[in-house]
């Protein structure tokens, strides 16, 4: 079995994704690993940054791509057969990733634009994200996210399972069911008392993966509507349909 790709933006629902799946037996979850993109790194050699960076993958051999991966994750010590690498930023990497693990399974969370953009700019990461401490930054960031996952759904069709977080939380099994099927795996009940996962979380969501599903954290944007009506804005200037963002 392929590995499973687990991404989006931060705080949209990747960590309840990630504890859903590797309550199935045969998963075991190896966190935000980045192990993806080092790979890439180390194989295109890239020393003139990010264009550089994206040039050289141009030219790399995927099945090349795919063997240094694996090689990175047996590091690891896996003890069942399906791993989830649960690295949100890995949509920048889609493309690479459907070529280099034609296997793999790719999950992608979404989530209402301000209710993802409020849990983002109230958040202080222990590392990276520095986007989200200002809310233009943040709109610019969240457009450009949502301009790649339109390509990459154009470039491969059908080969993107979007999960928005709101109908995960109104209607668990289903959506748990719909979930488990797009990873190739027999449905296992345990996936929907994924609070009962002991394995460790290391994210900004560890306290709410210990709870039970559900849905207090619909709609919270909507307490500070005059405050993120600057990001608000400008979302609908960078093209969000407005009656995205009610």
């Known amino acids: 079995p392929g590995p499973v790709f687990v991404m989006g933006l931060p705080r949209s629902g990747t960590t309840l994704v990630d504890r859903i799946i590797s309550s199935h037996s045969d998963v075991e979850s ?23 960076l994206i040039r050289r993958s141009a030219d790399l051999d995927p099945a090349a791509l795919g063997r240094a991966y694996l090689d990175s994750v047996a590091g690891y010590g896996r003890t069942r057969p399906m791993f989830i690498d649960k690295t949100p930023a890995n949509f920048l990497y889609v493309g690479l990733i459907a070529r280099a693990l034609p296997n793999a399974r790719i999950i992608h969370l979404r989530r209402h634009p301000l209710d993802s953009g409020y ?54 099994e289903a959506v748990s ?34 709870q039970p599903i559900h849905a207090r954290s619909v709609g919270l944007w909507r307490r500070y509507a005059d405050q993120l009506e600057p990001l608000a804005a400008a979302l609908r200037a960078g093209g969000v349909d407005p009656a995205e963002l009610v």
């Open 177 to 210: 069911r719909r979930i488990i099927d797009h990873c190739g795996l027999d449905w296992q009940d345990a996936c929907l008392t994924f609070h009962e996962n002991t394995a460790p979380a290391a994210t900004a969501s560890a306290a709410q993966v210990r």
């Open 30 to 52: 190896l966190g935000e690993i980045n192990d993806f993109a080092l790979a890439l790194m180390r194989l295109a050699g890239a020393t003139g940054g990010k264009g550089d």
């Open 119 to 172: 849990a983002l700019y109230k958040t202080l990461f222990r590392m990276g994200c520095p986007y989200s401490y200002d809310l233009g930054d943040l709109a610019a960031y969240m457009l450009a996210h949502r301009r790649l996952m339109d390509h990459w759904r154009a470039v491969a069709p059908g080969g993107i399972l979007d999960v928005d977080y709101e109908a995960l939380v109104a209607d668990q």
